[in-house]
């Protein structure tokens, strides 16, 4: 079944946001912003999405404008002090500024940031990465997690000669023709087919047509790493059930790459796929993606390949010194597994305590996830779940409403004036820099925010 959903969570957030000058939280945000509103007024001059560079950073009345980063912390023009929770849309999990990282690329850009050439970094960067993930006997560098899906297609395509590619609903893997939600507007998805999440048996009928090139599904559940909780038997799962009917396997582990465990989504759950997508931590905080998987998958780069195989891979930004050097001294850390501790420690911590504070407020919200945690705000159908995988609720069609994003839009607010930067309202990303001192801090301002929330009336009854 085609729906579509494919970045649909996304969707949801991204609404035209409401001047709404009268509110006394607006009031108050615009009050202690005035430098960043001035920022955004002439951003919303050069950018159309409502002045924002990204669609996750579309707000009412506006995101604050930064100025500079270091740890767990980030501060505006206006000198308001955050703790972050996007940490560079996931990519950094060794925090703001991590010395090592920061020593490597002040280094290389003192050397040069581009030769136009081969270049040393890009040998070690990739011996590491096939270091932590056993499949990747080839790897190939692009700019951007997006791309290294879009090769992956095409790799597929022409090694089963199919043309069809099977996505997962509400998983995220790009804005391109091809990984974007199905239908939206000005794409062309037209070998693309989406089956429900979790959905064992739309899975299990399509592949058995035996007309898909490509399975590709995302590391960690959907969105972020598990906004919607996952059936993990199903997971583990995928890539026998892609094998038996010729289809490749690809993992987009373009978030849970070195994130979730040194070899990423596929180790902490025991999968073997044909291919998998890295970027965000893997470039240590530079623009980077990266397709790894199977030697022979990758044979149609390589110049002797007859001419209706050969794929031509270019790319200005490919295994840039920049991003090689930022890369390098990010995995050499991640292979020790510690930074992931860390990140998984912070995020515990705060599973815990903001669980308790949920359940004694009485508010109908829990949190759930790895190092990436979720807030689920709306009906708590079970209190017992493995919260590293499962959430309170199956009802993912809750968390696509509309209801439930204009209580994210506000929570989001509440959290912004108050320290927290959480791109959502309900999505905490963690890094090793984060500390039990943040965590303390967040619980607070989330409890401050939900009664304030439920004392302007904002807070739907039924949350209560
Ligand atoms: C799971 C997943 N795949 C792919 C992408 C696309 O990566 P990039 O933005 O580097 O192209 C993202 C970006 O957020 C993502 O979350």
Redesign the pocket.
Known sequence: MATHTSDSLAHGRYQSPRQNAGDPLVQQYLRSHQRSLEAHRTASGHFAAHGATHAVRVADPFRPYITHAAGSRKWDLDGNEYIDYAVG???LLLGHGHPAVVDAVQEQASRGVHFGENHELELRWAALIAGMMPIAERIEFC???????LLAMRLARIHTGRRRVLRFAR??????DG?VALGAPGSVTAEITEVPFNDRAAIERELATESYALLLT???GA???GQVPIDLQLQRDLPELAGKHGTLYCV?????GFRDAPGGWQELVGIKPDLA?I??CAGGGL???ALVGRAELFEPLSPASPAERLVIHAGTWNANPLAAAAGVAACSLYRSGEPQQQAHHAARLFRAKGNEMLKRLGVSARLHGRSIVHLYLGPVEREQYDADFAGPSTNVDWLEGVAYAAVARRLRLHLLQRGIAALRGGLYVFSAAHTAEDVDTTVSALEQSLVAMTEEGTLPTELQ
């Open positions: 849309h996931g990519a700019a951007a997690g997006q791309e290294a899906n998983n995220y893997h790009g804005w391109a990984l995302e590391g960690g969105h972020m790493s987009d582990e373009v978030v849970t997508s970027g965000k623009p980077m993606g």
